[in-house]
Structure formats: structure tokens, C-alpha cells
């Protein structure tokens, strides 16, 4: 599976962004999908994981209430929407598809080119 990540832009501290990840092939439904970001010099950071029936969803506790995640099987897309950002948000943020759960990179077999969220403060 091939995806592309959208989505990302310069936005203020506070402010809000919707990231999609567009899925192509016909076997989107067949993935767990995750989101990670990466700022410089981090390491690639979980974020939150959709199951494949959009039903379950698993966040990492820092991103709990801010973040939400979701999919939409008939036009093969993931989103991130994202609230009350911060200075330290800023990074690349990525999708990933995985046949089973997981939080670490290693475990997502396919990855999106990453979109770029900057939050100025």
C-alpha cells in the first residue's frame, strides 16, 4: 500500500489541523494505522493507532485529548485531527499502515513522505 500524507502548514499556538493520509490500492481496510512525528534530532514518536474497522483507537497518553484519530475505509483515508497545539508539536508527522497493533516504527510495514506542522508561538 502507498500513502501520502497532507495536510500539515504553519498554524499558531492554540490553533487546530486536520492531517489525512490518503491510502491507495484496495486493501486499506486490511491495516491497523498509526500516526508518528519526528522533530530534529527526536526520535519518531507514537502518536495514535485506528483498528481496522475504525472501531478501536490507542493513544499515546501525552497525545490523549488533543489529538484524534480516524479513517474513512471507503475513500481509504486516516486522519489526524489535531487541537490546542503547541510550540512543541512542530515536527514531520507521518502515517504508517501495520497488519497487527503496535507503537514502535519497526512494527508498521508501509509509511507516508511525512507532512510538516510547525506551530509558532
Known amino acids: 500500500v502507498q500513502l501520502q500524507a497532507s495536510g500539515g502548514g504553519l498554524v499558531q499556538a492554540g490553533g487546530s489541523l486536520r492531517l489525512s493520509c490518503a491510502a491507495s490500492?484496495?486493501?486499506?481496510?486490511?491495516?491497523?494505522m498509526g500516526w508518528f512525528r519526528q522533530a530534529p534530532g527526536n526520535l519518531r514518536e507514537f502518536l495514535a493507532a485506528?483498528?481496522?474497522?475504525?472501531?478501536?483507537?490507542y493513544y499515546a497518553d501525552s497525545m490523549k485529548g488533543r489529538f484524534t484519530i480516524s479513517r474513512d475505509n471507503a475513500k481509504n483515508t486516516v486522519y489526524l485531527q489535531m487541537s490546542s497545539l503547541k510550540p512543541e508539536d512542530t515536527a514531520i508527522y507521518y502515517c504508517?499502515?501495520?497488519?497487527?497493533?503496535?507503537?514502535?516504527?519497526?512494527?508498521?510495514?508501509?509509511w507516508g513522505q511525512g507532512t510538516q506542522v510547525t506551530v509558532s508561538s
Open positions: 485506528i483498528g481496522k474497522n475504525g472501531v478501536t483507537t
Open positions: 490500492g484496495r486493501t486499506f481496510s486490511s491495516y491497523v
Open positions: 504508517a499502515a501495520s497488519i497487527g497493533w503496535g507503537v514502535r516504527p519497526a512494527m508498521y510495514d508501509y
